[in-house]
């Protein structure tokens, strides 16, 4: 009897998802690749560019690590944890975060388990918890969030007594996190907000313990997200309210912030738009290029809100994508995906990686 | 001779005063040389009608040429002497003698309404000039109550039907309309010109005016007589008479409709301008969508009773710095920064329907569901909340705390404060709702005094109060005896907040803090479905919850039921994609929202969204697209894969 009620629900359920994404296509569909996964792909936490490595959570709160031949348990919580994959730049270590209570206790600022794990591994070990996690300098270092004590905590995971904190000023902001760029072992750009509520970009110097205000702008009704290639940091600031509109991307080398006193001049205005852009900057997915959710207006005055690539030389921008309602981008082993709806399309990479298990690693598009 | 009796005035009241002053010679006026100019002229005769009649006035009272008891004949064979009538129609207000000259009776009806005025103020007593040019006084009551026999009969019907007895009824059954266009107003205007009623309801505003300028007069001024301290009082009095009887959008409307008399967009503007603050203060919109913000702009205490006059100023704020709401408007009270900006604020109030008559604190609570939970049943449940920075988290909890333990289905409320105690020689657990908060037993303060009185020599008269770092100083006296339950504003919410207890200046050991309140908002298993915050509500309050799937139910839903609302659990990445960003392949904050408005712009329908983390008195206008792939993405992620978006209606 149970069953039978449980097989009814679950038919509801699929009946329910059915009608709203059929309400979906009265949106108009788009014509960008969709990603297909041989997993169901609501369970994929990553994926690697050539489908090879996998991590998967599981009902029974186990999370997965599968390769082409085998597939390992990397962690173990209770029943229907919720886990997040972030690999790092240097394609050496992944971080794990951890939600338990994903589910029954609705909070977008609680601290969450922290694991590191050696990429292709399916060993992990708990280092902290804390929100906004983030590896730097060849995957050594992880920086994260401790949103209670509002404390932004740098900590080497390979050599854990090496640890430091920084006191943020936020206090008028909640739900504010930090944005933390790592340039070396003694030199942290981080996003922080005054007492009036503006942003601004700091300079921590880990030896000296010194902090050193970069940057600021000009109004609290202005959102900063920073960024790293190989040689250059961006910035992207943009309004959160129309009567503060405009949004400008800009960028400074490594190298010019890296020298004493930083000589801010040499920042370059790479793009601007009348409009406040939603953001998601991507900075290391193309050389020459950085991307974004960008807003459009049309002629008549309405708005949209589609993916864009900026040419760094040009400052020329070009549509990626044709959705009208985008909300994020997200960057998943070279792979540029937009999450929208009940769907991830593919900006940037394979599609299809159903097919893997029979390929070699393909090129990327 | 005019004979104003009997006179039916026909013309504009303006070239009529004109026309008294030109041609009339009156029997007990001498002409005096004029100085040279018209303004010379009228100021001096203004000034001699005055004299004139107040000594007229004096001198038939002296005389007792009072007509105590006036029969009909008495009043049909005099009319109102000239002079004076001269003197009402120089010193009312344009407004009402306009009336005058579109129907005679309307004279009568201002008179016994007191909307006259004569050069010796408030009309309550009439000079009367008999067939033999004597002149008598006559109470103005007494003298309608006869002319009201013989002409204009059906005023004296309308005398009855706005007596203190029948006003409530009367009013309740006009229509007030409210102008959508210029043209419209104008036509609105015209039709109540010709409304019979106009002098009974104009009173109103009226009075109620009076009754505020008495109020003032009352506060500023200490030395007043017994005389004039009665007079005042007994105003004061009609004033909250009418303000008792009549609702405040009626109220609004009549003194607009009244003023609009003689201005046009006095009457029209209010209406016609498109801002929520206007609409408040029109009462076209309840009052604590302007009031709360504006208390704390005037750092006062959100249910503070704020004067018409400041409300009127802070409107006047809004209107002009849109910027203001962005950064201020809820100082103490912690949420999502910035807020949208008053422009915005103000066209999602004018299409909302959730009850806010209350202040929450977002910012202090972890788990968001509470914020929602306790949104939803202040609305369908209309609860009472207090306001204050000390009880808005207690208040939160405590309507959680209910949802668990009203109704059939008990739980155990998880929140603990444990001490080991020495006479039964165990540890005993005690669950207690974090903060201060007078209604509840529960209520954190409360529960530490029992346990501190059975730790330490705690005396029955002294209560432990919750209170921040910043307030506890034990420089001062008070805090030097008494317990206190002491925390850091600055590093505190439901999850994470540090407190020390100390008892006369000493720490107190061995309390510790327990649980945390996480639960099933909507079910996220089958074998606890009933035990869902969703569940719950429906069930012990029997309210009506629905799946909302698309658009058009949404639509549909919100328009077949006026006082419903949505609620579900998206996340913030889409929701909030300005503030909150997604990083990582299946990342979801889960973030619970209530829409209370719908607006459509473009071709695309805006949701007026009230999230959990957002100011309560701020909602956000959030398109469609962005909450429906915001629930989506966590339904996909959600254990049983159930669509996160409910309609709810008592």
């Known amino acids: 009897m149970a069953l039978k009620s449980r097989k009814l629900y679950l038919f509801l359920s699929i009946l329910t998802l059915a009608f709203a994404v059929g309400s979906a296509s009265t949106f108009g569909e788009s014509k960008l690749p969709v990603l297909t996964t041989k997993q169901d792909i609501r369970n994929i936490r990553f994926i690697s560019q050539n489908g090879k490595y996998t991590y998967y959570q599981r009902g029974n709160g186990s999370l997965q690590f599968s390769t082409n031949y085998s597939v390992k348990e990397v962690l173990k919580f209770s029943p229907n944890t919720q886990y997040t994959v972030t690999k790092g730049r240097a394609s050496k270590h992944i971080i794990i975060q951890v939600n338990e209570l994903f589910n029954d206790y609705l909070s977008v600022r609680s601290p969450q388990k922290i694991y590191?794990?050696?990429?292709?591994?399916?060993?992990?070990?708990?280092?902290?918890?804390?929100?906004?996690?983030?590896?730097?300098?060849?995957?050594?270092?992880?920086?994260?969030?401790?949103?209670?004590?509002?404390?932004?905590?740098?900590?080497?995971?390979?050599?854990p007594s090496l640890?430091?904190?920084?006191?943020?000023?936020?206090?008028?902001?909640?739900?504010?996190?930090?944005?933390?760029?790592?340039?070396?072992?003694?030199?942290?750009?981080?996003?922080?907000?005054?007492?009036?509520?503006?942003?601004?970009?700091?300079?921590?110097?880990?030896?000296?313990?010194?902090?050193?205000?970069?940057?600021?702008?000009?109004?609290?009704?202005?959102?900063i997200e920073i960024c790293e290639n190989e040689d250059q940091v961006f910035w992207l600031q943009y309004g959160l309210d129309p009567i503060q509109k405009g949004s400008e991307l800009k960028s400074i080398s490594k190298a010019h912030l890296l020298k004493t006193p930083i000589d801010l001049s040499k920042t370059k205005l790479l793009y601007s738009s009348a409009e406040n852009d939603i953001g998601d900057l991507i900075c290391d997915q193309k050389n020459g290029f950085v991307q974004i959710i960008k807003t459009y207006r049309s002629p008549a005055g309405k708005l949209t809100y589609d993916a864009a690539e900026i040419e760094l030389k040009t400052g020329k921008h070009a549509k990626l994508s044709d959705v009208n309602f985008a909300t994020s981008l997200i960057q998943m082993d070279k792979k540029l995906l937009l999450p929208y709806q009940d769907k991830f399309h593919v900006l940037y990479g394979e599609d299809n990686l159903t097919k893997f298990d029979k390929l070699k690693d393909r090129i990327i598009r | 001779m005019p004979n104003f009796g009997i006179r039916i005035i026909n013309k504009p009241a303006i070239p009529f005063i004109a026309w008294l002053f030109l041609c009339s010679s009156f029997a007990q006026s001498s002409q005096k040389d004029l100085p040279p100019g018209i303004i010379g002229g009228l100021k001096n005769l203004i000034e001699d009608s005055r004299e004139k009649i107040k000594k007229e006035f004096q001198n038939l009272r002296s005389a007792s040429k009072v007509e105590l008891n006036p029969t009909l004949e008495t009043v049909k064979a005099a009319k109102i002497n000239h002079q004076f009538m001269r003197s009402i129609f120089l010193h009312s207000e344009k407004r009402?003698?306009?009336?005058?000259?579109?129907?005679?009776?309307?004279?009568?009806?201002?008179?016994?309404?007191?909307?006259?005025?004569?050069?010796?103020?408030?009309?309550?007593?009439?000079?009367?000039?008999?067939?033999?040019?004597?002149?008598?006084?006559?109470?103005?009551?007494?003298?309608?109550?006869?002319?009201?026999?013989?002409?204009?009969?059906?005023?004296?019907?309308?005398?009855?039907?706005?007596?203190?007895?029948?006003?409530?009824?009367?009013?309740?059954?006009?229509?007030?309309?409210?102008?959508?266009?210029?043209?419209?107003?104008?036509?609105?205007?015209?039709?109540?010109?010709?409304?019979?009623?106009?002098?009974?309801?104009?009173?109103?505003?009226?009075?109620?005016?009076?009754?505020?300028?008495?109020?003032?007069?009352?506060?500023?001024?200490?030395?007043?007589?017994?005389?004039q301290r009665r007079q005042i009082n007994q105003l004061i009095r009609e004033g909250d008479f009418y303000?008792?009887?009549?609702?405040?959008?009626?109220?609004?409307?009549?003194?607009?409709?009244?003023?609009?008399?003689?201005?046009?967009?006095?009457?029209?503007?209010?209406?016609?301008?498109?801002?929520?603050?206007?609409?408040?203060?029109?009462?076209?919109?309840?009052?604590?969508?302007?009031?709360?913000?504006?208390?704390?702009?005037?750092?006062?205490?959100?249910?503070?009773?704020?004067?018409?006059?400041?409300?009127?100023?802070?409107?006047?704020?809004?209107?002009?710095?849109?910027?203001?709401?962005?950064?201020?408007?809820?100082?103490?009270?912690?949420?999502?920064?910035?807020?949208?900006?008053?422009?915005?604020?103000?066209?999602?109030?004018?299409?909302?329907?959730?009850?806010?008559?209350?202040?929450?604190?977002?910012?202090?609570?972890?788990?968001?569901?509470?914020?929602?939970?306790?949104?939803?049943?202040?609305?369908?449940?209309?609860?009472?909340?207090?306001?204050?920075?000390?009880?808005?988290?207690?208040?939160?909890?405590?309507?959680?705390?209910?949802?668990?333990?009203?109704?059939?289905?008990?739980?155990?409320?998880?929140?603990?404060?444990?001490?080991?105690?020495?006479?039964?020689?165990?540890?005993?657990?005690?669950?207690?709702?974090?903060?201060?908060?007078?209604?509840?037993?529960?209520?954190?303060?409360?529960?530490?005094?029992?346990?501190?009185?059975?730790?330490?020599?705690?005396?029955?008269?002294?209560?432990?109060?919750?209170?921040?770092?910043?307030?506890?100083?034990?420089?001062?006296?008070?805090?030097?005896?008494?317990?206190?339950?002491?925390?850091?504003?600055?590093?505190?919410?439901?999850?994470?907040?540090?407190?020390?207890?100390?008892?006369?200046?000493?720490?107190?050991?061995?309390?510790?803090?327990?649980?945390?309140?996480?639960?099933?908002?909507?079910?996220?298993?089958?074998?606890?479905?009933?035990?869902?915050?969703?569940?719950?509500?429906?069930?012990?309050?029997?309210?009506?919850?629905?799946?909302?799937?698309?658009?058009?139910?949404?639509?549909?839903?919100?328009?077949?039921?006026?006082?419903?609302?949505?609620?579900?659990?998206?996340?913030?990445e889409d929701i909030l994609p300005h503030f909150f960003k997604r990083k990582t392949f299946n990342y979801c904050s889960p973030l619970p929202f209530i829409i209370d408005g719908l607006i459509r712009k473009d071709e695309n329908m805006i949701l007026v969204t009230r999230t959990s983390i957002d100011d309560l008195h701020s909602p956000r206008l959030i398109p469609w697209n962005w909450i429906f792939t915001g629930v989506m993405k966590y339904t996909s992620l959600h254990p049983l894969n159930q669509w996160n978006l409910h309609g709810l209606k008592k």
């Not at chain 2, 009568?108 to 309550?124: M, T």
């Not at chain 2, 000079?127 to 009551?141: A, G, H, P, S, V």
């Not at chain 2, 503070?304 to 802070?314: E, R």
């Not at chain 2, 925390?487 to 327990?514: H, M, W």
Request: a positive charge.
């Open chain 1, 116 to 159: 590191v794990a050696k990429y292709g591994s399916n060993e992990s070990t708990y280092l902290a918890d804390g929100i906004a996690i983030n590896l730097h300098i060849d995957d050594q270092w992880v920086s994260f969030y401790d949103p209670l004590k509002k404390i932004l905590v740098l900590k080497n995971h390979l050599n």
């Open chain 1, 163 to 223: 640890e430091y904190e920084v006191r943020l000023a936020n206090k008028i902001n909640p739900y504010f996190h930090p944005e933390v760029v790592m340039l070396d072992e003694d030199t942290v750009l981080y996003t922080d907000l005054n007492k009036k509520g503006i942003s601004g970009i700091l300079k921590y110097s880990v030896n000296a313990k010194k902090v050193e205000l970069l940057f600021k702008l000009n109004s609290p009704l202005q959102k």
């Open chain 2, 96 to 227: 009402y003698l306009n009336l005058i000259g579109l129907n005679q009776c309307h004279l009568y009806a201002l008179l016994e309404n007191q909307l006259l005025k004569s050069s010796l103020g408030v009309v309550d007593f009439l000079i009367m000039t008999k067939q033999t040019d004597e002149n008598f006084l006559i109470r103005y009551d007494q003298y309608l109550e006869n002319v009201y026999k013989y002409k204009c009969q059906n005023f004296s019907q309308f005398s009855k039907i706005f007596d203190n007895q029948n006003l409530k009824k009367t009013v309740a059954s006009l229509n007030f309309s409210t102008p959508k266009t210029e043209d419209d107003c104008s036509s609105i205007l015209n039709d109540w010109r010709k409304n019979d009623y106009l002098p009974y309801l104009c009173k109103v505003p009226h009075i109620v005016d009076k009754a505020s300028r008495a109020q003032q007069i009352k506060v500023s001024k200490k030395k007043l007589t017994l005389g």
């Open chain 2, 243 to 572: 303000k008792k009887e009549i609702p405040f959008f009626e109220r609004s409307y009549l003194k607009n409709m009244c003023a609009g008399l003689q201005m046009k967009s006095l009457f029209c503007e209010p209406y016609l301008t498109t801002d929520a603050w206007s609409m408040v203060l029109n009462g076209e919109m309840a009052k604590e969508n302007l009031s709360i913000r504006c208390n704390n702009l005037f750092n006062k205490p959100p249910n503070n009773p704020l004067d018409q006059n400041l409300l009127i100023k802070c409107a006047a704020k809004l209107k002009a710095s849109k910027e203001v709401c962005t950064t201020k408007g809820s100082n103490g009270f912690s949420s999502l920064f910035p807020k949208p900006n008053c422009s915005l604020i103000s066209t999602a109030l004018q299409n909302a329907r959730l009850k806010t008559t209350y202040q929450d604190c977002p910012g202090l609570i972890d788990n968001t569901a509470i914020t929602n939970i306790h949104r939803l049943l202040a609305h369908h449940l209309n609860l009472e909340i207090t306001s204050t920075q000390d009880s808005c988290q207690a208040e939160a909890n405590y309507t959680l705390a209910k949802l668990n333990t009203d109704g059939n289905k008990k739980q155990e409320w998880p929140l603990q404060i444990c001490y080991f105690d020495k006479i039964e020689n165990k540890e005993i657990c005690r669950p207690y709702i974090p903060g201060t908060l007078a209604k509840s037993n529960i209520a954190e303060g409360k529960v530490v005094t029992k346990i501190v009185r059975r730790l330490t020599s705690l005396s029955q008269s002294s209560n432990c109060k919750v209170i921040s770092k910043s307030q506890y100083n034990p420089t001062l006296l008070e805090y030097k005896n008494g317990c206190y339950v002491v925390f850091d504003q600055n590093n505190c919410s439901n999850a994470y907040c540090p407190k020390k207890i100390i008892v006369d200046e000493k720490p107190v050991e061995g309390l510790t803090y327990r649980g945390i309140a996480s639960f099933d908002y909507f079910p996220n298993n089958w074998k606890d479905a009933k035990k869902s915050a969703l569940m719950l509500m429906e069930e012990n309050y029997k309210l009506n919850g629905k799946k909302v799937r698309n658009l058009t139910e949404l639509e549909v839903y919100l328009r077949k039921y006026p006082n419903a609302v949505l609620h579900g659990i998206g996340c913030a």
